[in-house]
């Protein structure tokens, strides 16, 4: 996430994820160039994660990014939750509305 400091980034992510700010641990990943200072705080757009160097190895949900040599993943719990309730909504006819892939069972 984009954030002026520590304190800021643990407020701001707690609240967007329902945690206890005690809950939320966090680090300093890049430090944004001063043509990009201005973004606000919150999750980074696609934009800023490519210039700040990030190769996206997955453009769909959960999206996956690689910058340095660290890969980061976005959303795996809410990934999962989408996934689970389009299986329920598919199992009684109602179709895949968030449009998340079937698991493969076998994999």
Do not use: C
């Amino acid at each position: 996430m984009i954030s002026r400091g520590a304190r800021e980034a643990r407020r701001w992510v707690a609240a967007a994820e329902g945690y206890g700010t005690g809950d939320v641990e966090v680090e300093l990943i890049a430090v944004l160039p001063p043509n990009l200072e201005g973004t606000g705080e919150g999750w980074p757009e696609q934009q800023v994660l490519l210039a700040l160097g990030a190769r996206f190895l997955r453009h769909e949900t959960p999206r996956v990014v690689l910058l340095g040599n660290r890969t980061f993943t976005e959303g795996m719990l809410e990934s999962k939750v989408l996934r689970a309730r389009d299986d329920d909504r598919q199992a009684r006819g109602e179709g895949r509305p968030n449009r998340t892939p079937r698991e493969d069972p076998l994999a």
